[in-house]
């Protein structure tokens, strides 16, 4: 059987921004696929820990029974499996691979943490007020970072949701989440009007259907795990 | 900036990121115009092509600046593909590539410099991750040649400068690469024989000396 027909599984939850993306990736590309629902309180599954013996962490893709592990790893997976099956994720030309691949990085180094760290109220205050600047100033880059890549088309990826957009996009439930928590805009359109715009129009593309949680999904799950 | 043809780095002689690209172009036998940085003065090109980091490497191409080392050694295998490709070109063994060079680059760095950087409880715990972490990398190893099989690949690239860092962790660290992990240690010889790595890697005598002035700039003693 060809790569592109053998079975699809994704271990995760559905508050993990990185599951988020494989999710986005498969939609993407049209695959079906069985989502195993990885309970975040409790211990792990079996089958977690066997298929990624080295952090045991979610998203674990199953494809024809393998595993690939770590997100970003396992978007750039889907989009060479399915090449022929949708748009491609990844732009072709190697120096806005780069471009996307750096930013992705830069995205899981500087900002995605930040802003799941400070929805969740961890760190002290000195820690919260470094994060916050930290995520403005992150923001402040993508907002510049957008306006050059895109060419005044609609996304990182162009015409259509590509890899940074993914990247960036699955972060989105845990913005506005943090928003809501803090009492704060982030996605401040007279700050970050590319963003901005930019978001609502990621949050709409049908890919990203019923993939990033509510905000009132996230501060609940907040709250729950405030209380384990 | 953009225009001027040909290829820059932008590197430091100790870093091991640095190296981890010339050892990629040495490979694809890419000329390239080697500029070093003086980190406590960085050159105006440095904060030109990478003002997010203001870090090496950066490979400038025709004027277009690349950064952070993974990802110019992928732009690198690209651009240049040649005979030999450092990704196998199966999707699933190139995404198992990807994961390790991801390990790689999320550990060993860290680790390892944390290993001279602290001491009493921490220095022990920290030593205790190090070993881990080598171990973890020896059991991927396995008996293959290379982590890429029988071809010289983008996580021996990632790994290999590290290589010089061996004798670091023994002094400070009381930790034998030789002992925790053979296979790795017998791999790490191994790729000292392919040219590339041959003329990159610092002798393990400087990498320990540049180390002690590190030390002595951050206080540690």
Redesign the interface.
């Known amino acids: 059987m060809a790569?592109a027909g053998k079975e699809v599984k994704l271990i995760g939850s559905r508050p993990s921004p990185y599951v988020a993306r494989v999710r986005i990736a498969l939609h993407l590309k049209g695959v079906e696929y069985e989502f195993l629902h990885e309970e975040v309180f409790g211990n792990k599954s079996e089958l977690l820990l066997r298929s990624n013996p080295?952090y045991k962490k979610i998203p674990v893709l199953i494809?024809g029974g393998?595993p690939?592990?770590?997100s970003l790893?396992?978007v750039?997976?889907i989009d060479?499996?399915w090449a022929a099956s949708g748009p491609a994720i990844l732009p072709a030309d190697?120096?806005d691979?780069?471009v996307a691949?750096?930013w992705a990085?830069?995205i899981d180094d500087k900002l995605g943490p930040n802003c799941v760290a400070l929805a969740l109220r961890l760190g002290d205050e000195a820690s919260r007020a470094e994060s916050k600047e930290q995520l403005f100033a992150g923001l402040q880059?993508l907002d510049e970072a957008l306006g050059k890549i895109s060419n005044g088309k609609s996304f990182f990826g162009g015409d259509a949701v590509g890899f940074l957009d993914i990247a960036f996009g699955s972060y989105l439930g845990w913005l506005k989440a943090l928003e809501k928590v803090e009492g704060i805009k982030l996605l401040d359109e007279s700050r970050f009007p590319r963003l901005a715009k930019w978001a609502e129009r990621f949050c709409s593309a049908k890919a990203a259907t019923d993939v990033i949680p509510e905000p009132d999904e996230l501060v609940e799950f907040v709250k729950l795990l405030a209380h384990r | 900036m953009a225009g001027e043809k040909g290829v820059k780095l932008l590197d430091f002689w100790a870093s091991p990121f640095g190296q981890r690209v010339r050892i990629a172009l040495a490979e694809k036998g890419v000329e390239y115009d080697y500029h070093e940085e003086e980190l406590a003065a960085k050159s105006e090109l440095l904060l030109k092509s990478n003002p997010v980091y203001k870090k090496i490497p950066v490979l400038i191409h025709d004027g277009r600046p690349v950064c952070e080392s993974l990802i110019i050694i992928q732009y690198i295998d690209e651009v240049w593909p040649g005979k030999n490709t450092f990704v196998p070109s199966d999707p699933y063994s190139r995404a198992q590539a990807r994961f390790w060079a991801d390990y790689i680059e999320k550990k060993v760095y860290v680790t390892g410099s944390k290993l001279w950087k602290l001491k009493g409880e921490e220095q022990e715990e920290c030593k205790k991750e190090l070993v881990e972490i080598i171990k973890t990398l020896e059991r991927e190893l396995g008996s293959k040649k290379y982590f890429g099989g029988e071809s010289f690949g983008l996580v021996d690239i990632t790994l290999v400068p590290f290589a010089s860092w061996f004798y670091v962790y023994e002094a400070f660290g009381g930790i034998s690469v030789e002992r925790e992990a053979p296979k790795l240690a017998a791999w790490a010889k191994g790729c000292k024989e392919r040219e590339s790595v041959a003329k990159t890697l610092p002798d393990p005598e400087k990498v320990y000396e540049h180390v002690i002035s590190l030390r002595k700039r951050y206080g540690v003693e």
């Open positions: 790569a080295v494809h393998q690939i592990c770590e790893v396992i750039q997976y060479e499996v190697p120096l691979r780069a691949r750096f990085a830069y880059l």
